[in-house]
């Protein structure tokens, strides 16, 4: 990758954590996913990573809500967008993730590459906000990556140190890792890697070559590792999963001027955000097939 290549800007649109009376943006109806996805797309975003919610803001991992928010998404911006599911979870049996994987074939769906502590932790407190261990062995990368692989879904790797971009490698070797790989480094969670400018270059450093990249970056760091990794030559997420607020410190009022921000960061840097088609050409992502997400 280089600083001639196209930005892809991905949106993370809800997450399972944060809720409205943390910021009253968060969608969670299917109508309310279709909204921000018009936002989404129309300040420039080009793939949406979805956590399913129940209208009540309950988070799910049923098939029948995936499918919901994705058949309203998809009614309000066609294939304007990417569908990106998440995999990850705490207590979430790993069948239970493959069956909606399985029913609603989204085109690209996220793999988080290793287990850690994953906290919050308040400085004002003295104390974690929370604390678990967030438990992704090998086993279970293996068996959704034979799945992703069946069902013709593009893995995006979610690296929350630099050991997780080594396991990557052990995976290619076994066959079950297909390249070129689309590849995030995630920083900011406390138990993962903190996030530097420096550490991101390390990160990228170790992923294998051809790969693409981004950055994920959680809270209001997001900004500066967005800086960072446009000048590395890498793409970007942004969204209300990892980040509530705009880089003044105002809360955001939806997720398309989180958005509106990246592109524009994207443009003063002299790089140029990707189009829907590009972004399916660069990730090696198929088109999408016929009543698929």
Known sequence: MSLDHPVVITCSISGAIANRDQCPAIPYTPAEYAAEARRIVDEGGVMIHIHARKPDGTPSYEVEDFQVITDAIRAEVGDAVIVNYSTGTIGVPVEKRIEYLRACRPEV?????????????????????????????????????????????????????????????????????????????????????????????????NIPEGSHWG?????????????AALTL???????????LYLPDGEMAR?????????????EDMGRRPATVQEARAILNVPGRVAGAA
């Open 233 to 243: 030559g890498g793409s970007i997420r942004v969204g209300l999963e990892d980040n």
């Open 254 to 266: 939806s997720n398309g001027e989180l958005i509106a921000k990246a592109r524009q960061m994207t």
């Open 109 to 205: 769906a996220a793999l988080n590459m290793g287990s850690m502590n994953y906290a919050k932790y308040s400085r004002s407190r003295k104390q974690f906000v929370f604390n678990m261990v967030f438990a992704n062995p090998f086993d279970e990368i293996i068996e959704l990556l034979h799945a992703m692989n069946d069902l013709g879904i593009k893995p995006e790797h979610e690296c929350f140190d630099v050991g997780h971009v080594g396991s990557l490698e052990p995976l290619i070797d076994m066959g079950v890792l297909h390249t070129p790989l689309h590849v995030d480094c995630v920083m900011g969670v406390v138990g993962g890697i903190p996030p530097t400018a420096r550490n991101l270059a390390a990160m990228v450093d």
């Open 215 to 227: 950055v994920i970056g959680i809270s209001r760091d997001q900004w500066m590792l967005i800086s």
